[in-house]
């Protein structure tokens, strides 16, 4: 006989597929099947999947009719406060009908924040294709960082003839997504110039924006000075060259067949596509479009102060990107307006 007070459940233990499951421990009933026992795991399995959901939902009902019920939860689960505030702040950001299978508690916590068509674009492409939590916390992050970028300023595509520094002042403030140029870095003098250039660009590349900036090993340690005034650089990429050192004779040093490209940062701002190496193998002008494609969207704008004969503005345009291209040597502008009108 139970015992007044005392439900069945909790004297006797619920049958699941074969199987008593008790307060002290879990045992077979009679001689369950192999396909009993695998059923059984499921349902253990989905137990723990969602009791953080279930305890959040519980605690919005409560709520609801009797006012908070932390108390009596923290005292019936052994649950934390802050456990216990989180999985009801989840549970009533996260409607039941946009709970998807498949995905635990912590990935939900993830998109909790957000707008509730950009928890089912989030969500189902987290179901879709497999996404571990720290995936959906990546997309969550890149939504933010994409939200604190301005699409209000637009530039049109255009080859400018003069000293980079006084072309980019015409410029609108926050309206470049991409810096990516190959400076001059022969002399002091270039050094100092790509100095005041990059003091200019800062203020016209756009929040949460990438910039690449070509170098040698030579001029590492000084481009790289200059480079960390005015952005966080995150990486150092190596393009290995694809120019053959055959036939190049001579005798003393190696023949260098790879350039350093700076990776650096205003705010933060996420890669397109899949993570990959920093070691690139690229024709020149394949490197360049891979680049534009990993930093930029379509009709997002590339700059390039120092475009020589205009290679980053091309690659930009095949990408169906906007360009703005500066150079001050004469012949290498209009070599680049020729390049890019046959173009």
């Known amino acids: 006989m139970v015992r007044a007070g005392t ?79 989180t999985l009801k702040w989840v549970a009533s950001s996260v409607d039941v009908s946009r709970r998807r299978e498949g995905l635990s508690f912590a990935h939900h916590q993830e998109v909790a924040g957000l707008s509730p068509e950009q928890q089912d674009v989030v969500l189902a492409q987290a179901q879709r294709e497999g996404w571990t939590r720290e995936m959906v916390r990546h997309a969550v992050n890149r939504l933010a960082y994409e939200g604190e970028r301005s699409d209000d300023v637009t530039v049109v595509s255009g080859l400018h003839h003069g000293d980079c520094r006084h072309v980019m002042q015409t410029l609108p403030d926050e309206s470049i997504d991409l810096l990516l140029t190959d400076p001059p870095q022969d002399s002091a003098d270039d050094v100092a110039i790509l100095d005041s250039a990059l003091d200019c660009v800062t203020t016209k590349l756009k929040p949460n924006s990438h910039v690449y900036i070509f170098t040698t090993w030579q001029m590492y340690p000084e481009i790289t000075a200059v480079v960390e005034r005015y952005f966080d650089v995150r990486n150092t990429l190596t393009w290995v060259t694809t120019s053959s050192a055959d036939g190049l004779g001579g005798h003393g040093n190696y023949v260098d067949q790879y350039a350093v490209i700076l990776f650096a940062h205003k705010g933060r701002r996420h890669l397109n596509g899949h993570r990959t190496g920093d070691v690139l193998r690229y024709e020149p002008m394949a490197l360049l479009q891979y680049l534009i494609g990993k930093s930029t969207r379509e009709q997002e704008t590339v700059l390039d102060p120092f475009m020589r004969v205009g290679n980053t503005c091309l690659a930009a345009q095949a990408e169906r990107r906007r360009y703005v291209g500066i150079e001050s040597d004469q012949r290498w502008y209009q070599q680049a307006v020729h390049s890019l009108a046959a173009a």
């Open 7 to 85: 439900s069945p459940h909790k004297r006797h233990g619920a049958i699941v597929h074969g199987f008593r499951l008790a307060e002290r421990g879990l045992t077979p009933v009679g001689t369950p099947t192999r396909e009993q026992w695998s059923d059984c795991l499921d349902y253990l399995m989905h137990l723990e999947r969602h009791i953080h959901f279930w305890i959040g939902d519980l605690l919005l009902c409560g709520a609801r009719r009797w006012g908070e019920m932390y108390d009596e939860m923290i005292e019936r689960t052994g649950y934390e406060p802050r456990t216990l505030r």
